[in-house]
């Protein structure tokens, strides 16, 4: 099983766009995904669920809740969902897409859970530490997972307490982007604070853990006759001189097609043969998961 946590600072970059669709295009390539939505905007929630549709569901945010009240974790696994619009199109391909969701209140969580530590800053010597800091981690090696092939996190625009438990449990990171000048400085920062979380962790941790950058995505890439714009095109290379990895499949801006999927709650890559525009945006988003595929061999 492999840990991947999508995450940048910024919102509005298809975060979660790119975090639904790769869910929904490894599990019709065969694959059993975990989703969690770590997001208290609760947008990848609302990719597998009509509103009307999401309302008794337990989420992420009462987990976290009941261990600020018990001190202790429940188990992750029934907070585990099911949505049935896009797994009757996965499972007869033999896969399987399942959902933690997420809630409003979840911003509330960041406070206790700092409260409970004191602070947000690292502390060397607080014996909870590495107990928060490790609270997804942990309710992950629950057996209930072991059939998962990918668990992948959608992580909310800040660095918060709730952020780095899914940091601290991933193996990879994806950074989706918009290719502009601004978003690539946003880039560098966040790298900066992942390596100061990985180093301030291992440092009081028995066992390392070392979260990797495996891309950037570009996403929302505006394109002119000739290729994308060539503004944006600068933004890209200056991101390999900052040397981060970089997919070479970039997603273009396409609100036409994001917007005809965005209402039957399956995600876009899965959506009925249609326009140009969602073929189009379905064959990106299917390079994009090769090449996902290729970088983390799940
Ligand atoms: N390739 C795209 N073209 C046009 N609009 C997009 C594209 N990807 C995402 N969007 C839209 O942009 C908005 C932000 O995307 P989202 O994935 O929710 O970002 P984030 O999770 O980073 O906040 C949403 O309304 C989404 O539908
Ligand atoms: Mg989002």
């Known amino acids: 099983m492999s840990v991947v946590s999508v995450i940048n600072y910024k919102g509005g970059v298809g975060k979660t766009t790119v975090t639904a669709n790769l869910g929904a295009d490894l599990a019709a390539r065969g694959r ?13 929630t609302y990719s597998f669920y009509r509103p009307a549709d999401f309302t008794e569901q337990p989420t992420i945010r009462s987990w976290f809740e009941a261990f600020v009240a018990a001190d202790a974790p429940e188990p992750l696994g029934k907070y585990v969902l099911a949505p049935l619009a896009v797994n009757g199109i996965v499972q007869p391909l033999g896969g399987q897409l399942h959902l933690i969701a997420s809630q409003l209140g979840l911003v509330d969580v960041d406070l206790d859970l700092a409260a409970g530590l004191g602070g947000s800053r690292f502390q ?9 800091y490790r609270l997804l981690a942990e309710a992950l090696t629950d057996q209930v997972f072991n059939g998962y092939d990918a668990v992948l996190i959608d992580c909310a625009p800040n660095f918060n307490l709730v952020t780095r438990t899914a940091l601290v449990a991933s193996d990879h990171v994806i950074v989706p982007a918009r290719p502009d000048y601004l978003s690539t400085l946003g880039i ?43 503004t944006q095109r600068t ?4 991101t390999s001189e900052i040397e981060m990895p970089v997919f070479r499949q970039t997603i ?14 399956i ?22 998961t090769s090449e996902f595929l290729a970088r983390t061999r799940i």
């Open 124 to 132: 060397r010597n607080s014996p909870r530490y590495l107990r928060v």
């Open 32 to 44: 059993k995904v975990l989703l969690i939505d770590l997001d208290p905007q609760a947008s990848l």
């Open 188 to 230: 560098d920062l966040l790298r900066t604070r992942l390596s100061t979380l990985v180093d301030e962790y291992n440092s009081v941790a028995e066992q390392p853990i070392n979260p990797e950058i495996i891309g950037v995505v570009y996403t929302m890439v505006q394109y002119t006759s000739t290729g994308p714009l060539l």
């Open 267 to 288: 995600p876009a890559v899965l959506a009925p043969p249609g326009s140009p525009a969602v073929e189009t945006l379905r064959y990106e988003l299917q390079q994009l």
């Open 252 to 265: 273009r801006d396409n609100k036409s097609a994001i917007t005809e999927a965005g209402q039957r709650a």
């Open 235 to 238: 933004s890209v290379e200056t």
